[in-house]
């Protein structure tokens, strides 16, 4: 079997001899009867962690089980901007460790993830939202993670095709850049994991359902799914939008709400936008993607659903912030959109934690900031399954911290599932 | 002497041979409310009969009713109307004639000016005079009244006003009137 | 989306505000009984299927109504 | 060699129209009716762009918004737009369109180099490669990719045009205007139902505008002519439906700007409609399928019905020969005509056995057949020379184009919108709608029966079952059809890949190049699953979203995995159908209507009076007087000093106002705060907070008692709205049983703050007439008194800690109250102050605004926790009781002040104890900070762990974004006045 290893010689190798057929990136195997570690969800985050666990804990009797195929969710549909700009102390930690993957990952997994650190600018449209800024880039920076603080002038050099003028409504103060911001190849993140993973053995299995758990005495033992029943040391949820319903099979009631986020795409243009540039007066990001189309998004649309579509009336006012913030915009022409099942946790925070049920690991409660999160996300939740006990970066992602207090309000919204 | 301020006073007038827009003063809006029918009975005397659900209007002794909760109804009369005092003591009386801009628009056009921000359905055999409606103009709530095949009362925000006009007249600049965007 | 508001009549959603699921019972003020509030205010149960929550006509009569709803397919049903 | 020509008659053109345009730069004639393309073709420039991997030479394939090819930037300047496919664009005079992907032109492309490269980049190469020799790699690669992705170039010019959105309803829309389309709209419209017709073409009449036949096109006009006569039909021609959403909203695209390049004043170049429709029938047609076979990707090369369309609707013919290469029938109606026209046909059919009376046909028109043939390759370089057949018939046959039928796929689009999936139907080889949704009908080639008769005679069936869902059932007599016509027989013989041996690239998506090898690749590294395909080749990921190619590809993939074409399922069909402006999306709401505007009743005081203003959520605010300063940090100084030593007035109008009236007023009132109202006394204000449900605090403000059952709330600006809708959650959800009513009084009211030592005095002069005495009106007590027969409402609450009023009056007479004012107190030097320095003078006295109220502070955290009552329940008392929001070490609020007299205190700095290590999280941050002028120094409020148990303490303020690090110390909030004595003065 030739080496399965990518690089410009392979694809030399190739180009010459074109009925060389390329390895498989992943098996597609039968389901075993029973694993040592079961990760249910398919998307970057159970990819990872199945990764993880055969590389930092050399456990690679692992199944991935994927209702569909594997990055259908909402690795696959969003809008894949990366930062590590947070003010709480365990977000700041967590997420600068996952920016810190990032920037190895397509070596580490020998498949290209096309990590671009381009910079983010989150733009601030008062004096008030700056001093909120100017806390947040402190932060960063007391954290050894890089962060400016720009005025307008700096932000006009930077993004000079904003609306500057007198009819802008909001006009813009200044601006947060973090440099090694950017944005990730959404689905290579989710295909070189499998791949990864595959080659340490481990067997992703797609199109399985999960669709009961066997819990004896308070302990998780297997799955139902719709490809029969599996067997499991240990089992870890990272299904993200279906976090509460996959739970409930488990019996377990969780902090989560499904709620869609919309994203949208324009035709190919050659490269006009060299930053992700994110907007304090409404909730609106957009960056490039490398193929050429404008990625943007704004916030969800407010109300539960696992409909993996969006009202229109958010649409129109992403449309608005699109066209108001970057007036060019206006010819540039919508080719698609679509949305994504969120996991909105109450303070927008995450949970990477065990669960009252013995063996039965959970992660979730993602809101718009998993994509980021994907790598250090599977680490930690690799080191949580395989020590029974969570890592220090996620110890504050625990499923019972409402009732001690022990919020993670990031952005000061307040405990609102639909408001976060 | 204390002088009412129009929330309009500065805006740009609006112009067009077709379709006439403009402020409506001089009226008196009360709001009264109560709990239950009781109320409904106690008020009665005063206004005439009430209109029986939400989004009808009736004109009666110089006023407009309209139901604009289960339990709650919006009197509009003449500015210098003393059915508030007379209500007193029937019902929760409140003043509310400083709250709205009235804005008339008459005219063929209307329908069509209206129909580009205002999500129900403005055709004549849909939004008949006597017909009024509480819904969202340029984001803000608005309560839009047909009083005339083509005329429309327009009650906004009164801290609102001035942007629902710059907004209406902006929509309307195909029938009238060039107007400045920034006011 | 076309929510039937109970005094108004059908309206596009953009008029509503969404108030979250209507089924939680709120416990009594006063009790001290911190599970009781944790798991009201905190859990979820967020099916997927039907379910019955809380719509406010905000841009209209400002009226508060429970919504039947398939958070499965978006299919409105009863409004009260 | 490729070539085509303009017939000297015939076609739908307007030859008495001529249209001059420029085609990257060359000037090029054309009449009205020409599309781009058929206007190109007509002055034989069959080669107009490149693609944009191999920067092969790219001709028009289609005749339709299908095209993948056909791309070019037209417009300038802020006009500038790339990407449109000229098959959908009507020529118009002056005309400028640019080709694309193709330097210095598209004949002669630098780029085509790239070809020769062309076995490294199969698909997911980028996968594969670009990641060393560093980690960090990628940074260099990756501008190279960007730019040669891409297609066409934008401007970053703002757009001059004006775009506008509408709502409308109706009972049935039928979208698009072929024989099943009409039929349809014709069948509702005899009903009497609102019915609304659209048709993305400019004119109306589907697959019957490529046709030739005079009883066809008779039958057309005549049901034409009888919708125009209905009153309850409207005829939308340029309209495209994008978009189907929930609740039967379907957003349509209405396009202005076909005729005039620059729209007039106030006229909107498109329009994005907002419709609602009881009922809809889907009339969209089907789009015929390309071949897959090596180099059908040669200018020339187009689908047979392109083919048809190009001869009878745009008079435009292939030179001399034609070669139709088929596996089904209608390529057959292609070929007739353009024999008829004069065109030396030959076909070449899969099919070995092809219905006899299309072979009599042939034979009488002469064409040359070949059964059971299909072809392998084509020979030229920028165009065809001649085709290599293969099968039964091994002939190369001469020809200056090439007409393809791969077959038709339905546009299923639209009908898959709400998620129902499509499903494969083996009869006619192709994708069909699965169930239709309620109120879902439809007819015609979108159905998957091909035949003229059926599409009329099903298609007013769908009109009449439409309306009949919306209600109405009046009877309506069916739709007839043309005279004889009839439903040919179609059979399809599916061939979806090039036979194996031929070895020139064979294309499935042309936009982005990928061909039958790149899914053969895809196969073998185990990208099976369609969604899989499609993201790891980015095939139909283009402008025209795989129209021409998801089919193909489908059936290839499905062939390789050995699985039938069923069992493959599709990708998901998205919204829109095509490309939008976003533009038209927006409307108007962008720029200065993006959102709109809250001003205060003395807006238009401030304005004229020299206000600088400042936008605070939607609201105008007068930030600072230039009085004052002409710049913020001049000015709130000198405001601030104003109303420390002498009297200012200020607009507080912004506040929240509530009036909460019932008998059980006071009960709910001592539900949602956490201090007892229950007990407040007529004519009293009592300062307030309210929790949320979480034990956070939501809001504070002074609620007065104005009767037993009356009272008068105020609310943060910023809160209100939030506040209110909360209100009446908790009245209207879970308090039924009591009676209390509250509204809005915001609006209502105005509100100023007359404030300072001499601010009673001022008053006094404003209100001669009444006893403000401290006597009469107390500290948090409440006056009503009468000026001109206007109620005034006098409120003795400070947010500043000196002596002062909120003055509240009706709307319309704020700005008249307040000039009397003003006026009146001239001879005590009052002056109006801004948003800034009421935002300072809180600061001094340690009020907590917004930036402490930020969801994640409790009651304690602010010092307020002495104010909730012990006995009594409230909101947020439960939760508020968690373990982790009582912790002693919690960050709460605490006064700083600046140790450094030349230095400067900011906010968002972060806080640690002297002498530790200046990293992490440190011990609490700044949240506002302002210049005192009572103490001649920087002061700021502030979150530190532990609060002022540190009082004293000397600490470092880090403001690493500015490499700065100043001392400051630890004091009360209450810089001034802790005893209150200047309130009670
Ligand atoms: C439109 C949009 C934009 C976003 N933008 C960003 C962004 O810019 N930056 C950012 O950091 N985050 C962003 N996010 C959030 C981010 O995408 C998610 O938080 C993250 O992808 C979730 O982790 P995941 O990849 O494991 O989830 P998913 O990819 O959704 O994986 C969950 C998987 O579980 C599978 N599954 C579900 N139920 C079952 C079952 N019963 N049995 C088996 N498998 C099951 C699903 O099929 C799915 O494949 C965005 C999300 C959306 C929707
Ligand atoms: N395989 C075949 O035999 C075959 C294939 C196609 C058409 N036909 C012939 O075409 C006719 C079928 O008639 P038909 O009415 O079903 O199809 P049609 O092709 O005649 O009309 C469809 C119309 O819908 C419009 N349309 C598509 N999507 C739209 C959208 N999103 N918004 C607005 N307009 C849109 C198209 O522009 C087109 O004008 C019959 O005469 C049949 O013989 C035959
Ligand atoms: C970052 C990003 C870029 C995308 N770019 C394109 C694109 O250029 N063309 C396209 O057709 N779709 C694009 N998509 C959208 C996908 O086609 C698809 O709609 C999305 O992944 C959701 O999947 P679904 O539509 O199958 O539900 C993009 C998606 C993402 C997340
Ligand atoms: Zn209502």
Redesign the pocket.
């Known amino acids: 079997m030739p080496s399965r290893r990518y690089s410009a010689f392979a694809l030399a190798r190739h180009a010459v001899s074109p009925d060389l057929p390329w390895p498989r990136a992943w098996r597609s195997p039968e389901p075993k009867k029973s694993y040592d570690v079961v990760i249910?969800?398919?998307?970057?985050?159970?990819l990872a962690t199945a990764y993880y666990l055969a590389k930092n804990h050399g456990i690679k009797n692992v199944a991935v089980?994927?209702?569909?195929y594997?990055?259908?969710?909402?690795?696959?549909?969003?809008?894949?901007?990366?930062r590590s700009n947070y003010v709480i102390d365990g977000n700041t930690q967590f997420f600068e460790h996952s920016l810190k993957l990032w920037e190895g990952l397509s070596h580490d997994l020998n498949f290209n993830c096309m990590v671009s650190q381009r910079g983010q600018i989150v733009l601030a449209v008062s004096p008030g939202q700056l001093d909120t800024f100017a806390r947040r880039g402190n932060i960063m920076r007391l954290n050894g993670i890089d962060a400016e603080i720009l005025d307008r002038g700096e932000v006009i050099k930077l993004l000079p095709y904003l609306d500057y003028s007198k009819d802008a409504r909001f006009p813009i103060w200044g601006g947060i850049l973090q440099q090694r911001a950017g944005t990730v190849r959404h689905d290579a993140v989710a295909w070189g994991y499998a791949r990864a993973a595959d080659m340490h053995g481990i067997d992703i299995i797609e199109n399985?359902?999960?669709t009961g758990f066997v819990i004896e005495d308070g302990k998780a033992t297997g799955i139902e799914t719709s490809r029969g029943r599996i067997n499991a040391g240990r089992l870890g949820i990272?299904?993200?939008?279906?976090t509460s319903?996959?739970a409930r099979l488990a019996g377990l009631r969780v902090p989560v709400e499904s709620h869609i986020?919309?994203?949208f795409v324009t035709e190919p243009v050659k490269p006009m936008v060299h930053h992700v540039i994110s907007w304090g007066a409404e909730l609106f990001y957009l960056s490039q993607s490398d193929k050429g189309g404008m990625v943007f998004?704004g916030h969800i649309d407010g109300f539960n659903t696992y409909t993996q579509r969006g009202q229109f009336p958010k649409i129109q006012s992403v449309a608005e912030c699109a066209v108001s913030l970057l007036p060019f915009m206006s010819r540039l022409r919508l080719l698609r959109h679509w949305?994504?099942i969120?996991d909105m946790a109450p303070d927008g925070s995450p949970f990477i934690c065990r669960t009252p049920i013995g063996n039965l690991y959970l992660n979730g409660g993602?809101?718009?900031?998993?994509?980021?999160?994907?790598p250090a996300s599977g680490w930690t939740f690799a080191h949580t399954i395989a020590n029974d006990s969570e890592h220090e970066l996620n110890r504050c992602y625990a499923l019972d911290r409402f009732e001690k207090g022990g919020e993670l309000d990031d952005y000061g919204i307040g405990n609102w599932t639909y408001k976060q | 002497m204390l002088e009412r301020h129009s929330a309009l006073a500065r805006a740009t007038p609006y112009r067009s041979s077709i379709l006439r827009m403009g402020e409506a003063r001089e009226f008196s809006l009360v709001q009264v409310a109560g709990f239950g029918k009781a109320f409904e009975k106690a008020i009665t005397p005063f206004l005439g009969k009430l209109p029986a659900k939400v989004g009808n209007a009736l004109d009666q002794h110089g006023r407009t009713l309209m139901r604009t909760e289960p339990n709650q109804f919006w009197i509009v009369g003449p500015e210098n109307d003393d059915i508030a005092a007379k209500l007193h003591t029937h019902a929760a009386v409140t003043p509310l004639s400083h709250s709205r801009t009235r804005i008339v628009i008459e005219g063929a056009p209307a329908r069509n000016l209206l129909a580009k921000g205002i999500p129900l359905d403005m055709h004549e055999t849909a939004f008949k005079p006597g017909v009024f409606a509480m819904t969202g103009l340029h984001h803000t709530p608005v309560l839009l009244h047909c009083v005339g095949e083509n005329r429309f009362e327009l009650y906004a925000m009164r801290t609102f006003a001035l942007s629902v006009w710059e907004w209406l007249t902006d929509a309307a600049l195909e029938y009238g009137s060039q107007i400045a965007t920034s006011l | 989306m076309r929510i039937p508001c109970p005094h108004c009549g059908e309206r596009d959603v953009s008029e509503f505000r969404y108030g979250g699921d209507a089924t939680k019972k709120r416990p009594a003020h006063g009790t001290g009984d911190l599970k009781a509030w944790h798991d009201f205010y905190f859990l979820f149960d967020n099916p997927k299927g039907p379910h019955l929550e809380y719509w406010q006509h905000v841009l209209g009569c400002r009226q508060w109504f429970r919504l039947e709803r398939n958070t499965a397919t978006n299919e409105i049903g009863e409004a009260s | 060699m490729t070539a085509f020509r303009r017939l000297a008659t015939g076609g739908r053109i307007d030859r008495t129209r001529r249209h001059a345009f420029h085609f990257d730069g060359e000037l090029c004639k054309g009449f009205a009716g020409d599309t781009l393309a058929s206007a190109l073709l007509a002055e034989n420039i069959t080669l107009v762009g490149r693609s944009f991997k191999y920067h092969r030479p790219r001709g028009f394939v289609s005749a339709g918004v299908e095209e993948p090819n056909g791309l070019f930037t037209i417009g300038e300047e802020g006009r500038t737009e790339p990407n449109i496919s000229g098959t959908t664009i009507e020529l118009s005079d002056g005309l400028k369109a640019r080709s694309q992907n193709a330097w210095p032109s598209p004949a002669f492309d630098m780029m085509a180099v790239n070809s020769l490269a062309a076995p490294l980049f199969q698909s997911g190469f980028y996968y594969k490669t670009f990641m060393g020799p560093t980690k960090g790699s990628w940074m260099f690669y990756e501008p190279f990719i960007r730019k040669a992705a891409g297609l066409g170039a934008g401007t970053y010019m703002a757009d001059p045009d004006r775009y506008e959105t509408r709502y409308a309803f109706c009972d049935v829309l039928v979208i698009g205007s072929g024989p099943a389309g009409l039929a349809a709209t014709l069948a509702a419209a005899r009903t009497g139902a609102r019915v609304a017709l659209t048709e993305q073409d400019s004119e109306l009449g589907g697959s019957l505008l490529s046709e030739n036949s005079e009883v066809n096109e008779l039958w057309r006009t005549e049901v034409i002519a009888e919708l125009e006569s209905f009153p309850n039909v409207e005829l939308k021609s340029r309209t495209t439906a994008q978009g189907i959403y929930d609740g039967n909203l379907v957003a349509l695209l209405e396009r202005r700007d076909h005729l005039r390049p620059q729209p007039r004043k106030g006229e909107a170049r498109q329009i994005l409609v907002q419709l609602r429709a009881r009922s809809i029938v889907f009339a969209t047609g089907a789009l015929e399928r390309p071949l897959v076979f090596s180099n059908n990707d040669r200018p020339g090369v187009m689908l047979a019905s392109a083919l048809r369309t190009y001869l009878n609707r745009y008079a435009v013919a292939p030179e001399q020969r034609t070669l139709i290469v088929t596996n089904n029938d209608t390529a057959y109606g292609a070929a007739f005509d353009l024999a008829a026209a004069g065109v030396a046909v030959s076909v070449a059919d899969h099919r070995s056995t092809i219905a006899p009376a299309l072979l009599n046909r042939a034979a009488s028109a002469g064409l040359a057949i070949f059964p059971g043939t299909g072809i392998a390759d084509v020979e030229g370089s920028k165009g065809v020379v001649r085709g290599r057949l293969s099968g039964a018939h091994a002939a190369v046959v001469e020809c200056d184009a090439v007409g393809m039928s791969g077959g038709w796929s339905p546009a299923v689009h639209l009908t898959s919108h709400g998620g129902i999936k499509p499903r494969y139907d083996e009869t006619i080889a192709a994708i069909v709608p699965g169930d239709l949704a309620a109120g879902h009908f439809g007819a015609g080639a979108v159905m998957g029966t091909f035949g003229l008769a059926s599409a009329i005679s099903l298609g007013s069936a769908a009109g009449i079952n439409a309306a009949a869902f919306a209600g109405l059932t009046r009877k309506s007599k069916p739709v007839a059809p043309p005279a004889g016509a009839e439903d040919h027989s179609y059979s399809i013989l599916p061939v979806w890949t090039a036979p194996r041996e031929s070895k020139g690239k064979a294309f499935v998506d042309f936009q982005n190049d990928v061909t039958a090898r790149d899914i053969r690749v895809a196969h073998e590294e185990g990208y099976h699953s369609v969604e899989h395909l499609k993201r790891y080749t980015t095939l139909g990921m283009g402008t025209d979203q795989g129209k021409t190619s998801n089919i193909n590809a489908l059936a290839i993939m499905a062939g390789l995995r050995d699985v039938p074409l069923a069992d493959a399922g599709t990708t998901t069909f998205r919204p829109p159908y095509t490309g939008m402006a976003m533009g038209a999306i927006a409307g108007r709401t962008i720029g200065h209507h993006f959102r709109p505007h809250r001003r205060s009743p003395l807006h238009d005081w401030h304005q004229a009076n020299g206000a600088t203003f400042l936008e605070a959520g939607l609201w105008m605010r007068a930030w600072y007087y230039d009085w004052a300063g002409d710049t913020p940090e001049a000015a709130y100084v000198k405001e601030m000093e104003l109303v420390r030593k002498g009297v200012g007035i200020s607009d507080v109008s912004t506040l929240g106002k509530i009036d909460v009236r019932g008998p059980d007023a006071a009960e709910f009132l001592n539900r949602v705060y956490v201090n007892g109202f229950a007990k407040l006394p007529v004519g009293k204000a009592r300062y307030g907070v309210m929790l949320n449900d979480d034990g956070v605090v939501l809001d504070d403000g002074t609620t007065t008692r104005l009767t037993d059952d009356h009272f008068y709330m105020t609310t943060t600006t910023a809160q209100a709205g939030e506040v209110m809708s909360w209100l009446e959650y908790l009245l209207q959800t879970q308090w039924t049983d009591l009676k209390v009513h509250v509204t809005s009084l915001t609006d209502e009211w105005g509100g100023m703050a007359v404030s300072g030592p001499k601010s009673r005095e001022a008053l006094q002069l404003a209100f001669p007439g009444s006893n403000l005495s401290n006597e009469n009106l107390p500290y948090m007590g409440c006056l009503d008194i009468r000026q001109d027969g206007v109620r005034i409402r006098l409120l003795r609450l400070s947010f500043s800690g000196e002596l002062a009023y909120e003055v509240h009056v009706a709307a319309d007479f704020t700005a008249s109250l307040w000039e009397h004012i003003l006026e009146a107190a001239a001879p005590l030097g009052i002056k109006p102050y801004g948003l800034e320095a009421l935002a300072s003078l809180r600061i001094e006295k340690g009020h907590v605004a917004g930036l402490e109220l930020d969801h994640r502070n409790t009651l304690d955290d602010l010092g307020l926790g002495k104010m909730a009552g012990k006995e009594k329940a409230y909101v947020g008392k439960e939760l508020r009781f968690r373990e982790k929001l009582q912790a002693p070490d919690r960050w709460s609020l605490v006064g700083l002040e600046l140790l450094e007299p030349d230095r400067k205190l900011r906010g968002g700095a972060i806080l640690f104890a002297a002498g530790e290590p200046i990293k992490g999280h440190g011990r609490g941050y700044i949240t506002s900070v302002t210049w005192s002028t009572e103490l001649g120094k920087f002061i700021a409020l502030a979150l530190y762990q532990g609060g002022l148990k540190h009082e004293g303490e000397e600490i470092i303020c880090a403001f690493p974004l500015k490499d700065e690090q100043v001392r400051a110390r630890i004091v009360s909030p209450h810089f001034i006045d802790r005893e209150g004595a200047r309130l009670h003065a």
């Open positions: 249910i969800g398919g998307g970057g985050h159970g089980v994927e209702r569909s594997i990055g259908s969710g909402n690795v696959g549909r969003n809008t894949t901007l990366i399985c359902e999960v990272a299904v993200a939008g279906h319903h996959v986020l919309q994203a998004g949305g994504g969120m993602w809101c718009y900031q998993g994509f980021k999160a994907t």
